[in-house]
């Protein structure tokens, strides 16, 4: 059984940095493309960001384009999401989300087929 476990998550000032991680257990983590998604409260949950199996593709939701930096440690069986100059709009869960049946790094959640438990990330104003 594949198992996500997401850490890392707090609260931070707007225009500050936080990073969180994915832990990944039961299976080879380099088999995966990997993908972080955030939700809101009342909002549908979104594509972050994606990666693939080895490091080799990464896509950028628009929103977070030049702040957040994916990246992945397949020694390490983790994945992690550098947030830089975090706004009060990124306060959501994140939730990172592995794809076990493709390399192709998609923009939506039905692409990933296991998903961790999400951490909270809050930024104030």
């Known amino acids: 059984q594949v198992t996500l476990v997401e850490s890392g998550g707090g609260l931070v000032q707007a225009g500050g940095s936080l990073r969180v991680s994915c832990a990944v257990s039961?299976?080879?983590?380099?088999?995966?493309?990997m993908g972080w998604f955030r939700q809101a409260p009342g909002k549908e949950r979104e594509f972050v960001v994606g990666i693939s199996r080895d490091g080799g593709n990464i896509y950028y939701a628009d929103s977070t384009k030049g702040r957040f930096t994916i990246s992945r440690d397949n020694a390490k069986n983790t994945m992690y999401l550098q947030m830089n100059n975090l706004k009060p709009e990124d306060t959501a869960i994140y939730y990172c989300?592995?794809?076990?049946?493709?390399?192709?790094?998609?923009?939506?959640?039905?692409?990933?087929?296991?998903w961790g438990q999400g951490t909270q990330v809050t930024v104030s104003s």
């Open positions: 039961g299976r080879a983590f380099s088999s995966f493309a």
């Open positions: 989300a592995a794809s076990s049946w493709s390399d192709y790094v998609g923009a939506n959640a039905g692409d990933y087929d296991v």
